[in-house]
């Protein structure tokens, strides 16, 4: 009830390519979707974040498809760029009385954009 | 800047011998947790804090310690390493109305 499932595991993809990354969620009380990105000896970092009342979220080459009813959520990176070479954690958490609640993660998927 | 502040970023260190992560975060967050990141399994979460003096187990707890004295900090107490600590550990404090996740640099330990 609790896991975000994310795939692919690891993802080449060459330059100016769209990528994709998958996750499926199992708690229906989650409303908080955020995806993070993590360079190489860096920590993870906010990217983009969605809530389930929309089905997409634009930010620039990255956008987040919401699809509630079967419970997936996908992030896509248009023309990727070198420099968008890092691993991408989904994630999702839901917001109660007193707050956020844990935010659980899925595996992560390491992206590597070829010149 | 805001930020997460970890020490130390790499340690090295033997099967029983105590250590302490140090973590510090100057954003006046209520919310502080550790995570340790390992491959295939994405970040686990440690131990959370809600406030000053309320620390509860997250997923993997066993064989860690926290303590939350003051606002601005959060340890992270190995007592007695194992092998099976070896990763890299991350603090976060979290902003209250985004949700928002602020991770330190992380902290990579090894333990032979």
């Known amino acids: 009830q609790q896991q975000v499932k994310q795939s692919p595991q690891s993802l080449i993809v060459q330059k100016g390519g769209i990528s994709i990354i998958n996750c499926a969620y199992e708690n229906t009380a989650f409303d908080y979707f955020p995806w ?69 993660f899925g595996t992560g998927t390491r992206l590597l954009v070829s010149p | 800047e805001a930020q997460v502040t970890q020490n130390p970023r790499y340690l090295i260190t033997v099967t029983g011998k105590k250590l302490t992560v140090t973590c510090s975060q100057n954003m006046n967050h209520e919310y502080m947790s550790w995570y340790r990141q390992d491959p295939g399994l994405g970040l686990r979460q440690i131990y959370y804090s809600m406030n000053v003096e309320v620390t509860d187990k997250g997923d993997v707890p066993e064989g860690y310690k926290v303590s939350r004295k003051e606002k601005r900090n ?33 902290s990579r330990l090894t333990v032979l």
């Not at chain 2, 992270?76 to 209250?96: A, D, G, K």
Request: glycine content about 10%; overall charge positive; proline content about 8%.
């Open chain 2, 74 to 106: 959060f340890p992270l107490i190995l007592e007695s390493p194992s092998p099976n600590q070896t990763s890299l550990y991350f603090c976060t404090s979290r902003h209250p109305n985004t949700g928002e996740l602020f991770f330190g640099e992380g």
């Open chain 1, 36 to 104: 993070y990105q993590q360079f190489p000896g860096k920590g993870p970092a906010l990217l983009i974040a969605i809530r389930p009342d929309v089905s997409e979220k634009k930010e620039g080459r990255f956008t987040i498809s919401f699809n509630k009813s079967a419970k997936q959520f996908s992030l896509h990176i248009m023309d990727s760029q070198p420099g968008d070479s890092a691993t991408y954690f989904c994630a999702a958490s839901k917001r109660g009385g007193t707050g956020f609640q844990k935010l659980v």
